[in-house]
């Protein structure tokens, strides 16, 4: 069974920070991971989606890395800022299509 | 575009009642998906249409059920709703299988 796993589960950086979110998972047969923002009452937004034969994702500030073989996925953000503040959990589909496990989630807070 | 839109936002039921959570999208996708989210747990998959007419049950679908007659609409029934099934709701979509996930804003059950 897939298991997915954010630690830290919460992190206060100053403004303007690089910083690095991370995600583990138990079975690297994956068929893709996506990390997602969510803020406090709102549903989930997709941030970057990287396929099984990807090794990253960028968007703007964001970078997103795959390592199957280790089973891990980082979120790189750069120069954070306070809007960046929010919940990010990311998720991996397995062992068949709409089988999408989520962690937990990291609360980030980026400090004026 | 709305994207994906849930009603109602907050709804309070009391012990063997019974409600639909309605979730409509309007980017022409073809899978939609139901999730509950509970405190410190990552998101479970309830239930999870292919497209209209098709059905199926995901991780947790007990006390749920699902019909989905348009590709639009994919509203989520609780029947002799009970305590266990006070959380967060959330309707999905994406175009294909392996794609981006897109979310409503969700609605806050409490079964009291």
């Known amino acids: 069974k897939q298991e997915v796993t954010q630690i830290p589960a919460a992190l206060s950086v100053p403004e303007g920070e690089n910083l690095v979110l991370n995600c583990s998972f138990t079975d690297s047969a994956i068929y893709n991971l996506q990390w997602f923002r969510q803020d406090p009452g709102k549903g989930l937004t997709s941030l970057l989606l990287i396929q099984s034969s990807q090794r990253e994702q960028t968007s703007g500030r964001l970078n997103a890395s795959l390592d199957k073989s280790s089973g891990r996925s980082t979120l790189y953000i750069a120069a954070s800022q306070p809007g960046d503040s929010a919940t990010y959990l990311c998720a991996v589909e397995s062992g068949g299509y709409q089988k999408v496990t989520f962690g937990t989630g990291t609360k980030l807070q980026v400090i004026p | 575009n709305a994207g994906v839109t849930q009603t109602p936002k907050f709804r309070i039921l009391k012990i063997g009642q019974s409600m639909t959570l309605q979730c409509a999208q309007d980017?022409?996708?073809?899978?939609m998906y139901w999730y509950r989210q509970d405190p410190g747990m990552g998101l479970k998959l309830i239930y999870y249409s292919v497209g209209a007419g098709i059905t199926d049950k995901g991780e947790v679908p007990n006390g749920y059920n699902v019909s989905r007659s348009t590709t639009e609409d994919f509203p989520l029934r609780l029947e002799l709703a009970a305590p266990s099934q006070t959380s967060v709701y959330f309707c999905?979509?994406?175009?294909?299988?392996?794609?981006?996930?897109?979310f409503g804003s969700g609605t806050q059950l409490s079964v009291l």
């Open positions: 980017m022409n996708h073809n899978y």
């Open positions: 999905a979509s994406s175009y294909l299988a392996d794609e981006k996930l897109f």
